[in-house]
């Protein structure tokens, strides 16, 4: 395969974003949406401060941003890129999406369990936060399972001398 220019990098990092923009957005929305209104502070008072649920909330959109966004931009490169590139990518992204994976999804679930005694309003965005919370679990703890059988592949490769 020919090596494509450094522009079609730009181009993936931007459809990325855009993917991660597009799921996030709508995201937000629902889980914005279900907040109880907390009346602006009167007058030329201070602004109030973020409240634990909106904190959570915000943490959520995060999370699903950079899930989609990353993973778009993984499979761009597989369909699209070159070979260096994905593997650029899979080694600069491999520790991130782990730690994105198994604590988003912590974070996700416990959201969403959290939300509930306060009279989550709408049931189809905790459905949606277990879901998405759930998957990325799944998959950090499938991307833990295949680090730690590469590690020990490859230690028992080397103390058994490379010899196949």
């Not at 949406?33 to 959109?61: K, M, S, Y």
Request: aromatic share 10%; proline share 5%.
């Amino acid at each position: 395969m020919a090596r494509r220019s450094g522009t079609s990098r730009y181009v993936v990092a931007f459809l990325s974003v855009l993917v991660g923009v597009a799921v996030a957005a709508p995201f937000a929305v629902l889980k914005f949406g279900d907040l109880a209104p907390i009346p602006p502070p009167p007058g030329n008072a201070a602004p109030r401060e973020l409240t634990f649920q909106e904190l959570l909330v915000i943490c959520e959109c995060c999370v699903v941003f950079y899930a989609g966004t990353y993973l778009t931009g993984r499979r761009l490169y597989a369909a699209f890129g070159t070979v260096e590139d994905l593997e650029a990518v899979r080694e600069l992204s491999g520790t991130h999406m782990r730690l994105l994976h198994s604590f988003g999804g912590v974070l996700m679930v416990a959201a969403a369990m959290l939300d509930q005694p306060a009279g989550n309003k709408n049931l189809i965005s905790a459905f949606l936060s277990i879901t998405i919370g759930l998957a990325m679990l799944c998959s950090g703890f499938w991307a833990l399972v295949r680090w730690a059988f590469e590690k020990w592949t490859r230690r028992n490769r080397l103390n058994s001398g490379g010899s196949s």
